[in-house]
């Protein structure tokens, strides 16, 4: 193997390797967010635990309060993990700082825009040469 080769087979592995890196990089911020809404999340299902194991341990067993307490902690902290998993692994523009939604296409343009049929190309709308 020459040198010529061997910089060549360094490069088909350093290019799929340094995307591989950009991509971990860009998405770190949508990460840390997300994390930082579990956490607020875990700590709001503490809290729920604790009212609703303290209002219902005055009317019910004790063993009933503490399943109940802890199935509903657990559901607000599914509840609210759940979409922000989601919105970290597609990317929405809601948890990427300064992200800005932008529409696929304009709703106002139909399948027409993305033809180019329709007025102004000599096509009418159905299809057919304009005449």
């Known amino acids: 193997m020459t040198g010529a080769q061997a910089g060549a087979s360094t490069d088909e592995i350093a290019g799929p390797a340094r995307s591989i890196l950009d991509t971990v990089v860009a998405s770190l911020p949508r990460l840390w967010i997300a994390l930082l809404l579990v ?40 509840l609210q993990a759940a979409p922000s998993f989601r ?11 300064g992200g800005a939604v932008r529409p696929e296409s304009d709703p106002g343009q ?9 007025p102004g190309t000599g096509d009418t709308v159905d299809g057919r040469p304009g005449s």
């Open 110 to 118: 139909g399948s027409d825009a993305v033809h180019g049929s329709g």
């Open 39 to 78: 956490v607020a999340g875990w700590a709001l299902s503490r809290l729920v635990r604790w009212l609703l194991h303290r209002s219902l341990r005055r009317r019910q067993t004790p063993s009933f309060a503490r399943v109940m307490s802890r199935l509903g902690g657990w559901l607000v902290l599914f």
């Open 87 to 97: 919105a970290a692994v597609q990317g929405d523009a809601a948890l990427t700082p």
